[in-house]
């Protein structure tokens, strides 16, 4: 979450002044008899607000916030059908945790953790071992940590040792997560930058990098900065090489945060998952390409070698003896549920309808930003449903940071960034399509592109000062 400080002092100096304006209907309507006095903003008010004006005042910001629907620079899912928002609240009250008060929603989740072993052609679905988790990020740190008890217990001879450093080999295109793995938990980042029109992992490089102390390589299905496939088949032959010539055996985790559940469904020749030997875990998120409302992902391991045991908690004080390897206690069981309930609703036919229609707006939607004369396309959404895309050369007018800014005049929100070393040169655009996102909307995005671009060739030069304010990154 965000980090937040207190209360920034109000022009005359008192922090306490900042008061919610209450709407005099509602102060009128005071079932405790008086009017309602408005509450303040940074302290607990002293007495209870009626139900109906706490709701209010709570409801009327938030209209202030975006539309999520027009959010494309999320990969969260912003539309669930009805159905699941109903079991969702009947769940509301079910904490994840509590498997021996809950133990129908604890099998729901081994049940969607058989289901993934299935779809990622574990050798032997029986045999993987997994978990449901707050999302992607949480179950990178449970995979990150697995690959470094593995090396450290391979090691242990020499390790730990003051000069002795575990490393992760990744791409510098990874999402943040990695970088935090690395800084909580002492690990160090190894990254292979970008180069030329290569905006993703290089297996020669990654290979290159490995030593006797690097506890895995990182593979991502799809990166982050342009929906792009990271080759995980020849990252695992070149760590393959690798160990023929060295005797290094360097496991691989695959970072299937979107892909993970796009290319099982769409791209079945794809070689990325568990069919490689090397690949000793994945991740998913539930709440990206696995439709789920946010709060939900996944964490497989090929099997229980691969996930050391002395990592696994086993608690009694709950009632029953359920073994959890998770960074937090409690959680809602509601995600869980959706998760299943999608899993059991949609069926492999269904989702490969959903990401293909996902990827046919994306892919068209492309072609159409291409043809507008403006743009160069990094990606075409054929991979990911996601494409990045640049201005053209010859645009001096203006920049995609003016582009993402007057865009979001029209409620769209499309994040315009800057790429990693050493393409540090390169600033995008970034459409994500999801689920919800349709062929209409895209058609209006268009148009809007079409309304703006005369304007923005009239400008005598790009006028986005504040670069970061305009656009915000959304991993
Ligand atoms: C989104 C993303 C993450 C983080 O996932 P959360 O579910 O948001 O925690 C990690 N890796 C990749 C490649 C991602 O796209």
């Not at 706490?54 to 159905?83: C, I, K, S």
């Not at 995008?428 to 809007?448: H, I, Q, T, W």
């Not at 309304?451 to 504040?466: A, I, M, V, Y």
Request: aromatic fraction near 8%.
């Amino acid at each position: 979450m965000s980090l937040h400080q207190g209360p920034r002092p109000s022009r005359d100096g008192d922090r306490d002044r900042r008061r919610l304006a209450v709407n005099p209907f509602h102060a009128a309507a005071n079932p405790l008899g008086g009017m309602t006095e408005a509450p303040p903003a940074h302290r607990l008010p002293d007495s209870p607000l009626p139900p109906e004006t706490a709701y209010r005042l709570v409801h009327d910001e938030l209209m202030l916030d975006g539309n999520a629907r027009l959010n494309l620079a999320t990969f969260v899912t912003t539309w669930m059908e009805p159905q699941a928002g109903v079991l969702m609240s009947e769940c509301r009250d079910k904490n994840m945790i509590d498997k021996d008060e809950y133990p129908r929603t604890a099998e729901l989740e081994r049940r969607c953790v058989a289901m993934l072993a299935d779809l990622w052609h574990a050798p032997d679905p029986s045999a993987a071992v997994g978990c449901s988790t707050t999302g992607s990020s949480e179950a990178c740190m449970l995979a990150g940590m697995a690959l470094k008890r593995r090396w450290a217990l391979r090691n242990a001879d020499r390790y730990p040792a003051k000069d002795v450093r575990p490393n992760l080999v990744m791409g510098v295109n990874v999402q943040v997560c990695w970088e935090k793995f690395c800084n909580f938990w002492e690990v160090e980042a190894r990254q292979v930058p970008m180069e030329g029109d290569r905006f993703h992992l290089d297996p020669q490089a990654a290979a290159e990098l490995c030593d006797e102390n690097t506890i895995g390589v990182v593979g991502i299905l799809g990166s982050t900065f342009d929906g792009s496939y990271e080759p995980v088949a020849d990252l695992c032959a070149a760590l393959d090489a690798l160990q023929e010539r060295t005797g290094l055996d360097v496991p691989v985790h695959v970072d299937g945060a979107s892909g993970g559940m796009v290319a099982p469904f769409l791209d079945e020749d794809l070689v990325w998952d568990f069919r490689l030997p090397r690949v000793a875990s994945i991740n998913t998120s539930g709440h990206k390409y696995g439709l789920v409302y946010p709060g939900v992902g996944w964490a497989l391991w090929r099997d229980a070698e691969a996930l050391p045991e002395e990592l696994v908690f086993r608690v009694n004080y709950l009632g029953g003896d359920m073994p959890t390897f998770a960074l937090n206690f409690s959680r809602p069981g509601a995600q869980v549920v959706a998760q299943y309930y999608t899993f059991l609703r949609l069926g492999r036919e269904g989702y490969r309808a959903v990401q293909q229609n996902a990827r046919d707006i994306a892919g068209s939607l492309a072609q159409r930003v291409a043809a507008l004369g403006d743009f160069r396309l990094l990606t075409r959404g054929d991979q990911l449903p996601v494409f990045a895309f640049t201005t053209a050369d010859g645009v001096t007018a203006y920049d995609v940071f003016d582009v993402s800014r007057r865009l979001r005049e029209g409620g769209w929100l499309v994040p315009a960034y800057t790429f990693p070393p050493h393409r540090e040169d390169l600033s995008v655009l970034r459409v994500v399509c999801r689920n919800g996102f349709s062929a209409d909307m895209a058609d209006l995005l268009v148009a809007d592109l079409e309304r703006l671009l005369p304007e923005l060739r009239r400008q005598s030069g790009p006028l986005t000062r504040d670069k970061g304010a305009a656009t915000g990154f959304h991993h």
